[in-house]
């Protein structure tokens, strides 16, 4: 039987708790399962392995983030939707420095948690591009560069990548301005990356 406490929940909380004390290499059934008080073998009662619990980890996380991103563009619109967003983004990240680059794996279709999740921090981005009349494809390609934007930043900051004694927030912010000034101008550039004057 079960030991008494334990869930598949209980389970992801160890595991997401492991990953931001020790780094995402850290996660391993072993090690959930000292966390957890039981033999290894006792876990696949829960998950039925590694890489189903490194989902599940991916879900859990996928879910935080989209929940602060939702509520930071919440009633805003334009560059003050996306500097609340990228902010958002950016504490997030930096709270939760081993399960973050979990949320960067694409949503299991077999999980529609996970889907859920991974869709609203996708209309969160969207919701603060519409202040800039971004929506279609373009919407889609808009937040790809965000994405790679912000993520570049945060991953280096948790990594230790910024050593230079200049703030490293303003440094976010300067960044967070060039892309503003960039989704500003979005329509005024081509597909073929030509300026637009016509």
Known sequence: MPRAGLSTGSVVDAAVDLVDEQGWAALT??????????AAPSL?????????????????????????LTGSVAGRSGEEALRCLADAYRVYALAHPGRYPSTQRVP???DPEHVAAGEQAVQAVFAALRGYGLDGDEAIHATRAARSALHGFVSLEI????????????SFERLVSMLHVS????????????????
């Open 44 to 68: 696949y009662k829960h998950v039925r392995s590694l890489e189903a619990l490194q989902q599940k980890v991916s879900a859990r996380a996928t879910a935080e983030l989209a929940q602060a």
């Open 183 to 198: 989704l500003a101008g979005w329509n005024q550039v081509t597909s073929a990356g030509e300026l637009n004057l016509r």
């Open 159 to 170: 990594g230790g990548g910024f050593g230079l004694p200049q703030d490293v927030s303003h």
């Open 29 to 38: 059934l072993a090690a959930v399962a000292g966390r957890t008080g039981v």
């Open 108 to 110: 299991d279709p077999q």
